[in-house]
C-alpha cells in the first residue's frame, strides 16, 4: 500500500524559501518517477515537478528556475526545494507517483504572505 507523509509547509514572506519533503513508502521508490502537485481551494490538483528514476527533472513553467526537485533513494524521500516564493505560490503541496498516482496523502499547506 502507497503510503505518502508530505512535510515541510507553513507560512513565509514572499522572497521567502520552504523545503518540502515526502516520506515515502509502499512501493519501490528508487524506480519510480516522482512528482510534486498543488492544489488551491476551488481548483484542482496540477503538477509541479518531477523527477525520473534517472534524475532527470521538468518543471511547470511558473515554478522553473525557482523550485528544485530532488531525490533520496537510500531514504525514500523526495524533495522540494522552493525559492523566491510568491504569494500565488499558496497551496497545499502533494507529493506522488507521477505518471500513476496513487492514494493522496494529506498534503503540507504553504502559505506565502506579501
Known amino acids: 500500500q502507497v503510503q505518502l507523509v508530505e512535510s515541510g509547509g507553513g507560512l513565509v514572506q514572499a522572497g521567502g524559501s520552504l523545503n518540502l519533503s515526502c516520506a515515502a513508502s509502499?512501493?519501490?521508490?528508487?524506480?519510480?518517477?516522482l512528482a510534486w502537485f498543488r492544489q488551491t481551494p476551488g481548483n484542482s490538483r496540477e503538477w509541479v515537478a518531477s523527477?525520473?528514476?534517472?534524475?532527470?527533472?521538468n518543471y511547470k513553467d511558473f515554478v522553473r528556475g525557482r523550485f528544485r526537485i530532488t531525490r533520496d533513494d537510500v531514504n525514500s524521500v523526495l524533495h522540494l526545494r522552493m525559492n523566491t516564493l510568491k504569494v500565488e505560490d499558496t497551496a497545499v503541496y502533494y507529493c506522488?507517483?507521477?505518471?500513476?498516482?496513487?492514494?493522496w496523502g494529506r498534503g503540507t499547506r504553504v502559505i506565502v504572505s506579501t
Open positions: 506522488n507517483l507521477y505518471r500513476y498516482p496513487a492514494g
Open positions: 509502499g512501493f519501490i521508490f528508487r524506480t519510480a518517477a
Open positions: 523527477i525520473e528514476a534517472t534524475g532527470a527533472t
